[in-house]
């Protein structure tokens, strides 16, 4: 059964960092796309980064762009998301996402992920 456990959430101030973690089981995870969304109460779900060995550029959101990394470290099976100079803008629900035989144009879309984490909660707020 595949598995994606999520930690890494909490509460920061604006212009804090948190990172994000993904660990995946029952999948052969270095052929996997690997990717973060996010969810605001009352909004809907929405593409953060995406990471693909069939990925020329690693494609991250508008909003987030130069502030968010993300990587995986293959021998560990995890994706983490570093977030850098966080907003309040930034709080939401973030989920781990993954998918097999991906194509680029897929990667920032929610129906080209075959499964998804629980979710983790992160707050931005003085």
């Known amino acids: 059964q595949v598995q994606l456990v999520e930690s890494g959430g909490g509460l920061v101030q604006p212009g804090g960092s948190l990172r994000l973690s993904c660990a995946a089981s029952?999948?052969?995870?270095?052929?996997?796309?690997m990717a973060w969304f996010r969810q605001a109460p009352g909004k809907e779900r929405e593409f953060v980064a995406a990471?693909?060995?069939?990925?020329?550029?690693?494609p991250y959101a508008n909003s987030v762009k130069g502030r968010f990394t993300i990587s995986k470290d293959n021998a560990k099976s995890t994706v983490f998301l570093q977030m850098n100079n966080l907003k309040p803008e930034d709080t939401a629900v973030y989920y781990c996402?993954?998918?097999?035989?991906?194509?680029?144009?897929?990667?920032?879309?929610?129906?080209?992920?075959?499964?998804w984490g629980q979710g983790t909660q992160v707050t931005v707020s003085s």
């Open positions: 996402a993954a998918a097999r035989g991906i194509i680029m144009s897929q990667l920032r879309s929610q129906s080209g992920y075959d499964h």
């Open positions: 029952g999948v052969s995870f270095i052929t996997y796309a």
């Open positions: 990471i693909s060995q069939r990925t020329g550029s690693i």
